[in-house]
Structure formats: C-alpha cells, structure tokens
C-alpha cells in the first residue's frame, strides 16, 4: 500500500478463506471516560447517577474465526467489561481472556487496564502483550507494570516498525508510527487487513498537517478509516488546547471536503472527549457529521473485514 510504511503504526491483517474476521468497537470515549472525573456540567451530570453503558473507553476487539482466536486493541480502565463484551459475541469456544493485546501508547486510557491482569485481579499467566520498543521498556521498568512482568502475568513482545509479526496462520501485524504527544513511549494507530476489506485505526493523533503522511490518501486505499475526533471543535474545554493537540473534529471535515462521497463514507469518528457532543447521538453535532457523509463510531459496531 502506498505510503503506508512511512510514519505511523498500523496493523496488517492477513485473513485466510472460509471464515470471518470481524473488528468490534469496544468503546469509544477518550482516556478518562464519561462522565469525566469531577465534570458537573451538563454533559456529565446526569451520567453520574445513570451511566450510560455504552460509554467506554476507545477499545477495538478483533475476532478470527478460522483460527478461533481474539485479540484486544488497547488495554482501558474498562478491560474487564470489554472483555466480556467481546466474549459474548463469540460464535465458537473460548476463555474471556484474548490471545492478545495490543497497546498503542502510554497514556492512561490506553494501557493502564493491564492491571486487571495482576495478582490483585486475574493473576494471569503470560498474557501475550504487543507493544513498541519504547513503550515495552516503559512497562519493564515502572511499577506496577514491571510486577506484572516480574510475576509472568504479562509476557511482552517487541513490535518494530515496518516489520510483520505473525500471530496465527491468518493473522499478521506491521507496526508504523504516528505523531503524538509521546512523554513515556511511542504513539501508534493500526492498519487492518481482512480477506476482503481493510480498516483503519489512528485513536490518537497530532493534527494532521504535522504528519508526513498524507491521511486523505490513506483514507482512499481502505474500506473504514477510524479516526480521532477528541474534540468537535476549538473552546470545547476551558484551557489551552493547543496543550493537547489533536484534530478537530471540524478540521477533518473541512479537510476531507473534497473527498469524493464514498471516500467521506469510509470514515468513522472515534475517541471522544466526554466534552464531545457528537457522544449524544441526538445532538446538532452527531447530526452535522451524518448529514455531511461521516459516521461515528458506538460500542458494539461490527466491521466485517
């Protein structure tokens, strides 16, 4: 695939015949969650006495059905609901457990259910983990990641960018980087390939104009493009967002405009700050998105690949 080696971290899915292989979302929301912690204000106060249980942080689960194994993408502070989500839409036997996890980055929401796999929790034994070198050190020296490590609840595996790492006989993963905020470890986004389609996953990103990469192209090679929508627009929180940046919802809009209509129809927004009105599926914004050919990415949404 064109351009598809040169920055970014993706994961290419080779599917055999004769059986399915479906991506799941999981969760949709950024790191801290909805409601956020602390946040009274409309978009959170009615939460905190009736949560709503699709709101979960961004997680995709990856079902392979001709080798009846699942692998989770992302490791959130709502693993074990995800998990059993994931479970139950299982056509074949298997442990809650996935066969294994791959992390994107060091930021809370996207590593940090891993400690739901120590002695405190699961004590599993040599969960397989997948992660950039950067990050695979980060959890090798820091507690308590470095116990899980210690006591076998985890076992690490290096990815390295541009290489593929076979995981069954129709799954292999290429790892490329993305840019990002990247204080502990690298940023990643995934590139999965089916039998048949292709999706793409970039949860967390810098705006796009700091990517050497050229996202409008990429969005054209594939059937699904899951993209960050952090934020919908400039002002949504009360601090310099510049300090956390990440394109705007808006932005991507704009920036896709001329697309023709089916490549604006292969995006779907993903990873929303608990300030996103486009959480609210009723909202002006969720309708504006529609309206103008996007999607926006639910818990429970099946990608057939």
């Not at 961004?58 to 609901?81: C, F, H, Q, R, W």
Request: charged fraction near 20%; aromatic fraction near 10%; proline fraction near 5%.
């Amino acid at each position: 695939m064109k351009g598809l080696l040169v920055i970014g971290f993706w994961f290419l899915v080779c599917v055999s015949s004769g059986q399915n292989t479906q991506v799941i979302v999981l969760g949709n929301v950024q790191d801290a969650g909805s409601p956020h912690p602390g946040c009274e204000k409309a978009c959170c106060a009615g939460l905190w006495l009736q949560p709503d249980a699709s709101r979960k942080v961004v997680s995709l689960g990856v079902v392979d059905e001709a080798n009846e194994k699942t692998y989770l993408i992302e490791a959130t502070p709502n693993l074990p609901e995800q998990m059993e989500f994931l479970h139950s839409r299982l056509t074949f036997e298997h442990a809650v457990l996935p066969d294994a996890i791959f992390l994107t980055h060091a930021h809370i929401g996207h590593y940090t259910g891993l400690m739901y796999l120590g002695r405190e929790g699961l004590g599993t034994r040599n969960v397989q983990v997948y992660a950039m070198a950067r990050m695979k050190v980060f959890l090798e020296l820091n507690g308590p990641w470095s116990q899980l490590v210690g006591l076998h609840n985890i076992k690490l595996h290096q990815l390295n960018a541009g290489k593929k790492t076979k995981l069954s006989g129709s799954l292999q993963i290429t790892p490329i980087l993305v840019p990002h905020r990247d204080e502990f470890s690298e940023t990643v986004g995934y590139y999965i390939k089916g039998k048949e389609k292709t999706l793409l996953f970039i949860p967390d990103i810098d705006k796009w104009y700091r990517w050497e990469t050229d996202i409008r192209e990429l969005v054209k090679e594939v059937d699904y493009a899951l993209l960050d929508a952090s934020f919908f627009a400039d002002g949504e929180i009360p601090r310099d967002m510049g300090e956390i940046p990440h394109p705007f919802v808006v932005e991507t809009m704009a920036l896709f405009k001329e697309l023709p209509e089916a490549d604006r129809n292969k995006i779907w927004f993903i990873h929303m700050n608990h300030t996103n009105p486009m959480l609210d599926p009723e909202s002006d914004a969720s309708k504006e998105v529609l309206q103008a050919g996007y999607h926006i990415a639910r818990m429970g949404d099946v990608f057939e690949l």
